[in-house]
């Protein structure tokens, strides 16, 4: 089983940054892929970047391509997402997510839909002020 606890969402200026932490509970964390995912008041679901299981690869949405780093640490189990220059488009609910186990590097994918993700955290809210 696996679970996701996301932390560090709040309250932002426009231009400042946060960090994001996803707390996981796997059995080994370096067999999952992992992404955050964003949902604005009254829109679906958007992919915001994904990480490999080794780190070695991100992938990221166009919009927070310089701005956003997704990062893991498999030994502390967490992974976690730096935003900065943050506008008030970047605001919603952050999802973890995580997709796994994967056990060959050849059937890795670094997803960008939901259903490329097994398992969901409950979010944390990032509000973004003008």
């Known amino acids: 089983q696996v679970q996701l606890v996301e932390s560090g969402g709040g309250l932002v200026q426009a231009g400042g940054s946060l960090r994001l932490s996803c707390a996981v509970t796997?059995?080994?964390?370096?067999?999952?892929?992992m992404a955050w995912f964003r949902q604005g008041p009254g829109q679906e679901r958007e992919f915001v970047a994904s990480?490999?299981?080794?780190?070695?690869?991100?992938s990221y949405r166009d919009s927070v391509k310089g701005r956003f780093t997704i990062s893991r640490d498999n030994d502390r189990s967490t992974v976690s997402l730096q935003m900065r220059r943050l506008t008030p488009e970047d605001a919603g609910v952050y999802f973890c997510?995580?997709?796994?186990?994967?056990?060959?590097?050849?059937?890795?994918?670094?997803?960008?839909?939901?259903?490329?993700?097994?398992?969901w955290g409950q979010g944390t809210q990032v509000t973004v002020s003008s």
């Open positions: 997510s995580a997709k796994g186990p994967i056990y060959f590097a050849s059937d890795e994918r670094l997803g960008s839909r939901e259903n490329d993700y097994d398992y």
């Open positions: 796997a059995d080994e964390l370096r067999l999952y892929t």
């Open positions: 990480i490999s299981k080794s780190g070695g690869t991100q």
